[in-house]
Each structure stands twice: as structure tokens, then as C-alpha cells.
């Protein structure tokens, strides 16, 4: 018998230690012998905590949404009677949500436990690594990843084979392998889910870069964020030196590679390329002007190879099952599949990955189970600031690198947020906007002061106070900020500006014309009222209300005093009879 | 210090001056000292040590691995993970990424701030708690989010905010 915890960051929030505990304890107590084992997140983040129960012949039983109180109850029944609980295991429906999807990157997260790298060979661990040092020129695996057609997954999409021959072709000596683990893009979490839940791939996808190129060190810059992330890696780090699949003359083929942890100091900027190199070293992380790109002149001045995580962690399946299976899958200029993180007002949102070429309206509503509560779907985020949103209208547009770019957004690094009709989205360009300005390292005066001032029209609009020449001026800045920029940050900077310019001019429009905001978000532009019909004079909102402006007694309908009301939304949240309305 | 035109730095005059022991920094220094691009390093872990990044810290960190203090508080100012004032016991992270503010998490800040009476960035006059607006904790299908002490609080809502807090305050004084 054995019983698998879901503990990725998400499943720790959700309570994964306290179930973790509570199955510790039932073990103890009863003092039967039960295997507890930990594994990395599944994706099913809207289910967790998520418990495996597996019996004797390998039938796997998965319980959602686990309490302590639950575990007990599995204990009772499931461990000692073999009775299964049928009221707590995933429904049919949800298991689609895994069916629906086909995973590379995450073939392991969720399955084993990342801290044991013997579970990680089982299922073919550094059998690519193996398989490139002994049959494979370094050429061969360039040529394999060329056939494969990977391109990057942090970004900008560009063709992972042709990154590794401009490193392997430049002078210079040592040269190095970094991974970008600075996912700094608010609404993605894949990297992290990959580095919690399997992080011997992409060291392993490392080393095979590493023997690809002619590099003997690398670097994983990890966000200081993620302590789990961090944690992980230096244990999978360590068990990999232990083996010999990392350290002097890695299995007996005289290639030797050691991978380096470097914490990140929380910068969004650098997930650019040149910006972690400079971090890198210790300094600001500044972006500098490409050329020299990173494979010429990179960390310390040495050719260096920076690829992603979810990069790396194609890898090894692309050597082993070889380029073409790969190839095989996605649509003509995007191949294989990629990871996106589902998040927003989706039914069901967690970590999905799915063949390129599949609709958003695929992924949103097949796999991710529709719109919470059943509202209407109004847009769909991709590439978080350095995106754009979808209109409903593009729903069908399939996600691979050209198409999404066709759209105004980017693929990014794979973080889609669903929004419904109601969130603003004046306030989600502003949103953005504030993010950017404030993550822009100052070195570009276009990026430096543009964004700002594109934040402060934005702001004036969201307030109520827009002026109809705003939105020309919000696109002469954003044209300038684009060309003004030296890196990716201030060049996709307006991104979120322009595309919600693009689809929903008519929200800015009452934002400015008719000083309303549609969707009901913009606190200057909206009142709290309570309707006298649907109040049961419980007093309930006057009990919560911050600023006691509520007033009414027993019997009496009551009344918001709106001089003094700061819209914190508190009556209507608190609310049960649905009395509180927003106009 | 006074620069050239009789004022006082920015840094000078808008971060404490206390005195710290010096002396605990050495093992870090000594494990970095002569090791080029370590300086954030070796700032993560003078943090660690301190809570946050004493001012004459910085100045004794820049002497002794041999770069300017411009340097030093340059890279100290740039990234967000660095803190040039002392934190509360306990350093709240609310969430701002882009699910958790589609998913409310300004109402979620401004529970705390009415709860904790700070606004972001300030700590409690007791010295317990920091508040804190972070861009992305990715921990997004939980959204909102806050983390505190390194343990992420998810599904957040004002009420449960609040709870999280009053818990944490009822373990530190009894009442």
C-alpha cells in the first residue's frame, strides 16, 4: 500500500502538509506499514490537496480536495477495508482534464516523487544523457534538436538547435549553460511546477546542452520566490553528483559538467537575456544591446546558451523518442506542445499542456471546464505584460507562436488568464501598465518615463477623468515606447494597451464619454447601493463595514451613506440575500 | 554624510543608521571574498542575517570585497528582494499577479491594511507584522494569494485574510 501527496507549492497552500501530517500520524497510530510519499503538483491546482492511494496490484485511487478529517476516513474504510470512497475520488468529469492533454514537459510532475532521483531513472532518467554521450557526436544532437523543431518556451519562440550552434560555434573557452528560472511573468507558474515536480529533467536537458556546446559549467537563475523550487533543485543537484550524472567524467565518457544555483533577486527584467547575465555577475540587472548576443559574448564574457526551463525539460524526450516524434506533433512552424498556466475565472485552473495548434477556446473550454459561476467569457490574457488579451471573438485562434502574434498578444511564457465580463479592461491595461512601469530598469528613457505616463492617462481614465484626446495619446506613446526600448521589457511594454485599444475601444469610451466603467471595477466610477426589497434588515453589512457607513435598524431596510463610502466591497461580499447592488 | 552641494543622500536621509555587529557577517565574507560577481550573494545572506540590509552593513560589505558602496547600494536599491529597513516578525506577501487582481486581491490588501492599520510597505508599531505587495507568488489557480513566513494562504477572501491574522497575532501575544 502506498500513499502519494501532491505537494507543489499550490498543494502546500491548498494544506498539502497538514493532509501530509495527518496520513504521517494515521501510519503512526495504527502502525501499519504504508509507503507516504511525496510527489510534485499534477496541474489539477483547483483540486488540490490531491491524494493517491495505490494498492497492492498498482490500482491507483486519487482523492481531491483532501482534508485531515478525509484522511481518517480513508484510513477507516480504504487502507484497512479496501473499501473505496467513492464521494472523495476525482470525478469522471475531472479526469478529462488530465485526458485532454498530452505531456512532455510535465510527464513526470505529479507522478514521481521529485526528491528521489531513483524514481526519475525508472522512467528513463538520464537515459538521454546517457544516449548522447555514447552514440552521439555533438553535432548529431544539434541536428536532432533541429529536426524537432523546439523553440524556446520562455518567449520569443526562437529555434532552440540554432541557440546551441552559435554557441558551439563561437570562440572562446570555459563556455556555459544557463537556465532561465526567472519566471518572473505574473500568471505563469510552469517553471516552478517543473522545477518542484521533476527537476532532474531539466538538469538532465542541461547537460545534454552542455555536452551539445562544448560546456563544462551552468547556471540555473532561479526567482528567490520560489524556495521549494530552490530547495528541490539542490537535493536532485546533489543525488545527481551522488550518481555520477553530474560532476568529472560523467559516465565513464570524459564529459564533465557541474550545474551552480544563483537566486535570483526579484527583477522582472531579468528574464532578458543580457539583464540575467549581469545579474549573473552580481551587478543591476541592465539589459545592453544584442550583438553580441549571449552565444558570442555571455556570462563573463564567454559564449553562453540560456534556454528555459520548460525548454530544457523537452529535451531528454526529444533524444530519446528522437526529433521527428517530436516534430510530429503541433502545427507546421510550432512543434510539440506547450505548457500553459490556466488561472483567472476558469472552472478548472491549474497547469495544462497541450499539443500547439489547439484552440483557446479548446483549452479554456474542454480542458479547463468553462467560465466560474457560468459567466461569459469576455477575454482571454497571453503573455502576461508582455501580452495581450484575446477578444471572445478569436476564441478559435490556435495556440502556436504565429497566430497568437497575429492577434496583438504573444505566446509568451505560457500564462493565460480568463477574464469575465467582469473585469475592466481599462484596469487590466492599467494593471500591466503599473507593472512594467514599475519593473522597467531605467535605463531606456522611453521605457523609463513612457510607461509612466502611460500609467498616469490610464490611471486619469480608470478615475473617471479621461479626456477623448487620451486614447490618441496613449497610442502615439505606446508607438514610441516600442521603438524606443533596447529590450523586450519596453518593447512589449504597450502591448496590453494596444490590443485592449484594439478590441474594446468602447470600454475606454465610457470610461471617458460616459464616465462609467461597464464592468463595474473602477471604484470612482461605480456606487454601492442596497435594494430595500431584496434587505432582511439582518445588519450584517453595518456589522462588517470598515468605515460604519451603513445605517438601518431591526425591521428597516438599510442604507449605504455614500459621502463616506471607500467602495471596499466588504457589504456586498458579506452579503447573503444578494441586497448589495453596484451601479 | 553630505555629497558635494551640502544635502544628504537619499539613502542617508530616508534609511536608519543603527548600529549592528559587524562581526556576524564575517563567515559570509570570508566564503566570497575574492570571488568576482557574488555580490548579491553575498547580499541574500547578509539579509538573512540582519532581516533586512543595515546601512553600515553595506558600506563595511563594499570595503570588504573591494567594490564602491555606489555599487553596493546600487545593486541593493535595484531588486525588489532587497530591504534597507528592519521588517516585522512576520513579513506578509500579499499577491498582486494578474489572477490574483482579476481575482480581488486589492480588496484582500485593503482588509489588511484596515486590520493591521499600515499601509503597504509599513510595519506595525509593535513590530510584528510587514505588509507587503509582491508581483507573483505563482500560485495562481489559488488566487488570491498571500504568503506569510514562506506559507502560502490560498482562496483568499477579506473575512479569511483577516483570520490568517488574527490567528498569528493571538499565537504571538496570548489575547
Given at each position: 500500500?502506498?500513499?502519494?501527496?501532491?505537494?507543489?507549492?499550490?498543494?502546500?497552500?491548498?494544506?498539502?502538509?497538514?493532509?501530509?501530517?495527518?496520513?504521517?500520524?494515521?501510519?503512526?497510530?495504527?502502525?501499519?506499514?504504508?509507503?507516504?510519499?511525496?510527489?510534485?503538483?499534477?496541474?489539477?491546482?483547483?483540486?488540490?490537496?490531491?491524494?493517491?492511494?495505490?494498492?497492492?496490484?498498482?490500482?491507483?485511487?486519487?482523492?481531491?480536495?483532501?482534508?485531515?478529517?478525509?484522511?481518517?476516513?480513508?484510513?477507516?474504510?480504504?487502507?484497512?477495508?479496501?473499501?473505496?470512497?467513492?464521494?472523495?475520488?476525482?470525478?469522471?468529469?475531472?479526469?478529462?482534464?488530465?485526458?485532454?492533454?498530452?505531456?512532455?514537459?510535465?510527464?513526470?510532475?505529479?507522478?514521481?516523487?521529485?526528491?528521489?532521483?531513483?524514481?526519475?531513472?525508472?522512467?528513463?532518467?538520464?537515459?538521454?544523457?546517457?544516449?548522447?554521450?555514447?552514440?552521439?557526436?555533438?553535432?548529431?544532437?544539434?541536428?536532432?534538436?533541429?529536426?524537432?523543431?523546439?523553440?524556446?518556451?520562455?518567449?520569443?519562440?526562437?529555434?532552440?538547435?540554432?541557440?546551441?550552434?552559435?554557441?558551439?560555434?563561437?570562440?572562446?573557452?570555459?563556455?556555459?549553460?544557463?537556465?532561465?528560472?526567472?519566471?518572473?511573468?505574473?500568471?505563469?507558474?510552469?517553471?516552478?511546477?517543473?522545477?518542484?515536480?521533476?527537476?532532474?529533467?531539466?538538469?538532465?536537458?542541461?547537460?545534454?546542452?552542455?555536452?551539445?556546446?562544448?560546456?563544462?559549467?551552468?547556471?540555473?537563475?532561479?526567482r528567490a520566490e520560489y524556495p521549494l523550487a530552490i530547495k528541490?533543485?539542490?537535493?536532485?543537484?546533489?543525488?545527481?553528483?551522488?550518481?555520477?550524472?553530474?560532476?568529472?567524467?560523467?559516465?565513464?565518457?570524459?564529459?564533465?559538467?557541474?550545474?551552480?544555483?544563483?537566486?535570483?533577486?526579484?527583477?522582472?527584467?531579468?528574464?532578458?537575456?543580457?539583464?540575467?547575465?549581469?545579474?549573473?555577475?552580481?551587478?543591476?540587472?541592465?539589459?545592453?544591446?544584442?550583438?553580441?548576443?549571449?552565444?558570442?559574448?555571455?556570462?563573463?564574457?564567454?559564449?553562453?546558451?540560456?534556454?528555459?526551463?520548460?525548454?530544457?525539460?523537452?529535451?531528454?524526450?526529444?533524444?530519446?523518442?528522437?526529433?521527428?516524434?517530436?516534430?510530429?506533433?503541433?502545427?507546421?512552424?510550432?512543434?510539440?506542445?506547450?505548457?500553459?498556466?490556466?488561472?483567472?475565472?476558469?472552472?478548472?485552473?491549474?497547469?495544462?499542456?497541450?499539443?500547439?495548434?489547439?484552440?483557446?477556446?479548446?483549452?479554456?473550454?474542454?480542458?479547463?471546464?468553462?467560465?466560474?459561476?457560468?459567466?461569459?467569457?469576455?477575454?482571454?490574457?497571453?503573455?502576461?505584460?508582455?501580452?495581450?488579451?484575446?477578444?471572445?471573438?478569436?476564441?478559435?485562434?490556435?495556440?502556436?507562436?504565429?497566430?497568437?502574434?497575429?492577434?496583438?498578444?504573444?505566446?509568451?511564457?505560457?500564462?493565460?488568464?480568463?477574464?469575465?465580463?467582469?473585469?475592466?479592461?481599462?484596469?487590466?491595461?492599467?494593471?500591466?501598465?503599473?507593472?512594467?512601469?514599475?519593473?522597467?530598469?531605467?535605463?531606456?528613457?522611453?521605457?523609463?518615463?513612457?510607461?509612466?505616463?502611460?500609467?498616469?492617462?490610464?490611471?486619469?481614465?480608470?478615475?473617471?477623468?479621461?479626456?477623448?484626446?487620451?486614447?490618441?495619446?496613449?497610442?502615439?506613446?505606446?508607438?514610441?515606447?516600442?521603438?524606443?526600448?533596447?529590450?523586450?521589457?519596453?518593447?512589449?511594454?504597450?502591448?496590453?494597451?494596444?490590443?485592449?485599444?484594439?478590441?474594446?475601444?468602447?470600454?475606454?469610451?465610457?470610461?471617458?464619454?460616459?464616465?462609467?466603467?461597464?464592468?463595474?471595477?473602477?471604484?470612482?466610477?461605480?456606487?454601492?447601493?442596497?435594494?430595500?426589497?431584496?434587505?432582511?434588515?439582518?445588519?450584517?453589512?453595518?456589522?462588517?463595514?470598515?468605515?460604519?457607513?451603513?445605517?438601518?435598524?431591526?425591521?428597516?431596510?438599510?442604507?449605504?451613506?455614500?459621502?463616506?463610502?471607500?467602495?471596499?466591497?466588504?457589504?456586498?461580499?458579506?452579503?447573503?440575500?444578494?441586497?448589495?447592488?453596484?451601479? | 554624510?553630505?555629497?558635494?552641494?551640502?544635502?544628504?543622500?537619499?539613502?542617508?536621509?530616508?534609511?536608519?543608521?543603527?548600529?549592528?555587529?559587524?562581526?556576524?557577517?564575517?563567515?559570509?565574507?570570508?566564503?566570497?571574498?575574492?570571488?568576482?560577481?557574488?555580490?548579491?550573494?553575498?547580499?541574500?545572506?547578509?539579509?538573512?542575517?540582519?532581516?533586512?540590509?543595515?546601512?553600515?552593513?553595506?558600506?563595511?560589505?563594499?570595503?570588504?570585497?573591494?567594490?564602491?558602496?555606489?555599487?553596493?547600494?546600487?545593486?541593493?536599491?535595484?531588486?525588489?528582494?532587497?530591504?534597507?529597513?528592519?521588517?516585522?516578525?512576520?513579513?506578509?506577501?500579499?499577491?498582486?499577479?494578474?489572477?490574483?487582481?482579476?481575482?480581488?486581491?486589492?480588496?484582500?490588501?485593503?482588509?489588511?491594511?484596515?486590520?493591521?492599520?499600515?499601509?503597504?510597505?509599513?510595519?506595525?508599531?509593535?513590530?510584528?507584522?510587514?505588509?507587503?505587495?509582491?508581483?507573483?507568488?505563482?500560485?495562481?489557480?489559488?488566487?488570491?494569494?498571500?504568503?506569510?513566513?514562506?506559507?502560502?494562504?490560498?482562496?483568499?477572501?477579506?473575512?479569511?485574510?483577516r483570520d490568517v491574522i488574527r490567528d498569528i497575532y493571538r499565537?504571538?501575544?496570548?489575547?
Amino acid at each position: 500500500m502506498k500513499v502519494v501527496v501532491g505537494l507543489g507549492s499550490c498543494g502546500i497552500a491548498a494544506g498539502g502538509n497538514k493532509v501530509l501530517e495527518a496520513i504521517q500520524d494515521e501510519v503512526r497510530s495504527r502502525g501499519i506499514s504504508v509507503d507516504v510519499q511525496k510527489a510534485g503538483c499534477i496541474g489539477m491546482c483547483y483540486l488540490e490537496p490531491i491524494i493517491d492511494v495505490v494498492d497492492d496490484e498498482g490500482n491507483r485511487t486519487t482523492y481531491v480536495r483532501v482534508t485531515p478529517e478525509i484522511v481518517k476516513e480513508i484510513f477507516d474504510n480504504h487502507i484497512e477495508k479496501g473499501k473505496v470512497l467513492s464521494e472523495y475520488t476525482i470525478a469522471e468529469d475531472d479526469r478529462s482534464y488530465i485526458d485532454g492533454q498530452m505531456r512532455i514537459a510535465l510527464r513526470n510532475c505529479g507522478v514521481i516523487d521529485p526528491e528521489s532521483i531513483d524514481e526519475y531513472i525508472e522512467r528513463d532518467g538520464y537515459r538521454a544523457l546517457e544516449k548522447v554521450l555514447k552514440e552521439m557526436t555533438p553535432e548529431q544532437v544539434i541536428e536532432e534538436m533541429k529536426i524537432s523543431g523546439l523553440r524556446g518556451r520562455g518567449g520569443a519562440g526562437f529555434p532552440t538547435w540554432f541557440k546551441w550552434n552559435a554557441a558551439r560555434s563561437a570562440q572562446g573557452s570555459p563556455k556555459y549553460v544557463v537556465c532561465n528560472a526567472d519566471e518572473g511573468d505574473p500568471g505563469a507558474f510552469m517553471d516552478r511546477s517543473v522545477l518542484e515536480g521533476d527537476p532532474h529533467s531539466v538538469l538532465e536537458g542541461m547537460a545534454i546542452a552542455g555536452y551539445a556546446i562544448g560546456a563544462e559549467q551552468g547556471f540555473i537563475y532561479v526567482r528567490a520566490e520560489y524556495p521549494l523550487a530552490i530547495k528541490r533543485l539542490e537535493i536532485a543537484i546533489e543525488q545527481a553528483r551522488q550518481k555520477g550524472f553530474l560532476g568529472k567524467d560523467i559516465m565513464g565518457a570524459g564529459f564533465c559538467f557541474d550545474v551552480k544555483i544563483k537566486a535570483g533577486a526579484g527583477a522582472f527584467v531579468c528574464g532578458e537575456e543580457t539583464a540575467l547575465i549581469a545579474s549573473l555577475e552580481g551587478e543591476r540587472g541592465m539589459p545592453r544591446l544584442k550583438p553580441p548576443f549571449p552565444a558570442q559574448k555571455g556570462y563573463m564574457g564567454k559564449p553562453t546558451n540560456i534556454n528555459n526551463v520548460e525548454t530544457f525539460a523537452n529535451v531528454p524526450w526529444i533524444i530519446l523518442k528522437g526529433g521527428k516524434a517530436f516534430a510530429a506533433i503541433g502545427t507546421e512552424k510550432s512543434k510539440g506542445t506547450k505548457v500553459f498556466a490556466l488561472a483567472g475565472k476558469v472552472k478548472k485552473g491549474g497547469l495544462v499542456e497541450v499539443p500547439m495548434g489547439l484552440s483557446l477556446k479548446d483549452v479554456i473550454f474542454k480542458i479547463g471546464g468553462g467560465i466560474k459561476n457560468d459567466k461569459k467569457i469576455k477575454a482571454v490574457q497571453l503573455g502576461g505584460p508582455s501580452g495581450g488579451c484575446i477578444p471572445e471573438s478569436l476564441l478559435d485562434t490556435p495556440v502556436d507562436y504565429e497566430s497568437i502574434v497575429k492577434t496583438g498578444a504573444i505566446m509568451g511564457s505560457g500564462g493565460m488568464i480568463v477574464m469575465d465580463e467582469t473585469t475592466c479592461m481599462v484596469d487590466m491595461a492599467r494593471f500591466f501598465l503599473d507593472f512594467t512601469r514599475k519593473e522597467s530598469c531605467g535605463k531606456c528613457t522611453h521605457c523609463r518615463l513612457g510607461t509612466k505616463r502611460m500609467l498616469e492617462i490610464l490611471e486619469r481614465i480608470c478615475e473617471g477623468r479621461g479626456e477623448e484626446s487620451d486614447l490618441e495619446l496613449l497610442e502615439e506613446l505606446a508607438v514610441n515606447v516600442k521603438g524606443g526600448s533596447l529590450c523586450g521589457l519596453g518593447q512589449t511594454a504597450p502591448n496590453p494597451v494596444l490590443t485592449t485599444l484594439r478590441y474594446f475601444r468602447d470600454e475606454y469610451e465610457a470610461h471617458i464619454k460616459d464616465k462609467k466603467c461597464p464592468a463595474k471595477q473602477c471604484k470612482a466610477l461605480i456606487a454601492y447601493r442596497i435594494d430595500a426589497e431584496k434587505c432582511r434588515s439582518c445588519g450584517l453589512c453595518a456589522r462588517k463595514c470598515p468605515v460604519n457607513t451603513i445605517r438601518g435598524s431591526k425591521g428597516q431596510p438599510y442604507e449605504i451613506i455614500r459621502e463616506n463610502c471607500t467602495k471596499c466591497g466588504t457589504c456586498l461580499e458579506v452579503c447573503r440575500f444578494g441586497a448589495v447592488a453596484v451601479e | 554624510m553630505f555629497c558635494c552641494i551640502g544635502e544628504e543622500h537619499g539613502i542617508e536621509k530616508n534609511f536608519p543608521d543603527e548600529e549592528v555587529d559587524l562581526a556576524v557577517l564575517e563567515p559570509v565574507l570570508k566564503e566570497y571574498r575574492g570571488i568576482p560577481g557574488s555580490l548579491i550573494t553575498v547580499l541574500q545572506k547578509a539579509q538573512d542575517v540582519y532581516g533586512y540590509l543595515p546601512r553600515r552593513a553595506l558600506y563595511h560589505i563594499a570595503r570588504e570585497i573591494g567594490v564602491k558602496p555606489a555599487k553596493v547600494f546600487g545593486v541593493a536599491t535595484f531588486y525588489a528582494q532587497f530591504r534597507l529597513k528592519p521588517v516585522g516578525k512576520h513579513l506578509i506577501m500579499v499577491c498582486h499577479g494578474t489572477a490574483c487582481h482579476v481575482n480581488g486581491a486589492e480588496l484582500i490588501t485593503s482588509a489588511l491594511c484596515d486590520e493591521l492599520n499600515i499601509k503597504d510597505g509599513e510595519t506595525t508599531a509593535d513590530g510584528l507584522f510587514t505588509l507587503q505587495n509582491v508581483a507573483c507568488l505563482g500560485c495562481c489557480s489559488l488566487a488570491p494569494v498571500m504568503m506569510i513566513d514562506g506559507e502560502a494562504y490560498g482562496k483568499l477572501t477579506p473575512d479569511k485574510a483577516r483570520d490568517v491574522i488574527r490567528d498569528i497575532y493571538r499565537r504571538e501575544t496570548g489575547k
